[in-house]
């Protein structure tokens, strides 16, 4: 049937995947809620009373259509990072920046960079725009951004990712390196830079935001700290003629009122955001602890999960897990594969957690 439909030639090469199996798809399949929701890397703390109130009263408005502009919480976006209104593009999360910045730069058959296993949506969009991946592995748990680099050179990509701190693996780099990593990069490579877990990561991964570079374009998101995945709104940090392409070809309505008038409210609440970062470093040491005792070994995290390292029955934990209703998820590929990856839920969920992992894991060692 597909032949007689005129989909473009790349789009009836792509094969039908699902980028992520949402938790409650596994609810329908196992006819039965989760106990525990522990894969997404959701925040597990809720969403400031402040934004609640926002999003509560912009529901009034939500007849009108949005500020296409996000005016309001850019020009506080601007304040925040010093740097100016042109320099910001608000959209609906940094997965849709992600497709954008695809689209931009990448022509069928390009190449673009990213490390081999890191964060899936951005490869999804490069296959959706025909662009031809090319991946540099880990080197043990961390990104390898020499490797990186040499790729780049070496397929000459106008396009490379790095999420810092990473995920699947939680580990991150301090900014200096990161900056040697931009500055050995060629004239016409644009870097994305995905931020989307910096909040809970440790000082020195900060740096400033100079976007004097045209090839750098950080990129932020309300969907982790800040506890609205769901309203799908982050934003992108740029030099202007990066945003300015980008209003070319964005939605401009794609970020709804609620969601613009949460995050705004939701800046404005910086003791919440610090709430939960200490309740998310509370648990970070909550699943070391409980690695130790179960003789596992967590890698070390800037982000708000862990990753616990199994070895080659990470998969089948994992379903174990799931028959005991407890959803995380694990690295796709190999060799990062050996590990589960588990979000750091409330002191009840990491109860729970621990309580099913010491219950299966024998179940999985020799
Ligand atoms: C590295 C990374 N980037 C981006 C995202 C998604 O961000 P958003 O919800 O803003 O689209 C995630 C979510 O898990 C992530 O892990």
Redo the contacts with the bound molecule.
């Keep these: 049937m597909d032949s007689v439909l005129p989909f473009t030639p790349l789009v009836r090469s792509l094969p039908a995947v699902v980028p992520f199996v949402p938790p409650e798809a596994l609810e329908r399949r196992n006819g039965r809620p989760l106990k525990v929701r522990v894969g ?2 959701e925040s597990a703390f809720g969403i400031s009373p402040l934004a609640r109130e926002a999003m509560r009263q912009a529901v009034d408005q939500v007849s009108w259509y949005n500020d296409p502009e996000a005016y309001e919480l850019r020009h506080v976006l601007a304040r925040l990072h010093g740097v100016a209104l042109e320099e910001i593009c608000v959209a ?5 920046l ?1 497709g954008l910045m695809v689209r931009l730069v990448v022509e069928p058959g390009d190449p673009v960079v990213t490390s081999h296993g890191s ?1 899936p ?1 951005f490869n999804f969009h490069v296959a959706g725009f025909g662009g031809r991946l090319c991946t540099a592995p880990y080197q043990g748990d961390h990104t390898d951004l020499d490797a990186l680099a040499a790729e780049v050179k070496q397929t000459r990509a106008h396009l490379v990712y790095l ?1 810092n701190p ?2 699947p693996m939680g580990t991150w780099h301090a900014a200096p390196q990161v900056r040697a990593f931009i500055d050995q990069l060629p004239a016409d490579c644009l870097v994305i830079l ?1 931020e ?2 910096v909040e809970f990561a440790p000082a020195e991964i900060h740096f400033p935001c100079d976007l004097s570079d045209p090839r750098l374009i950080r ?1 932020r ?4 700290a800040h506890g609205m ?1 769901g309203a ?3 934003y992108a940090l740029a030099h202007r003629q990066v945003v300015a392409a980008l209003d070319k070809i964005r939605n401009h309505f794609a970020v709804n009122r609620m969601a613009q008038a949460g995050a705004l409210a939701s800046l404005g609440d910086q003791a919440f955001l610090q709430g939960v970062v200490r309740q998310v470093e509370e648990g970070r040491r909550d699943y070391q602890a409980l690695a130790a005792e179960l003789g596992l070994r967590a890698i070390p995290s800037g982000t708000n999960f862990v990753a616990l390292e199994i070895g080659p029955e990470a998969r089948r934990l994992l379903e174990l897990l799931l028959e005991n209703d407890v959803f995380v998820r694990m690295p796709g590929i190999a060799p990062l594969d050996r590990c589960i990856r588990v979000t750091v839920g409330t002191p009840q969920e990491r109860a729970a957690f621990a309580q099913v992992l010491r219950h299966v894991l024998p179940q999985v060692q020799p």
């Design positions: 997404a890397n609906a999360g940094i997965d849709e992600l964060y949506t999420a990473d995920n995905d989307a877990y990129m998101t309300f969907s982790k995945a799908r709104i982050g």
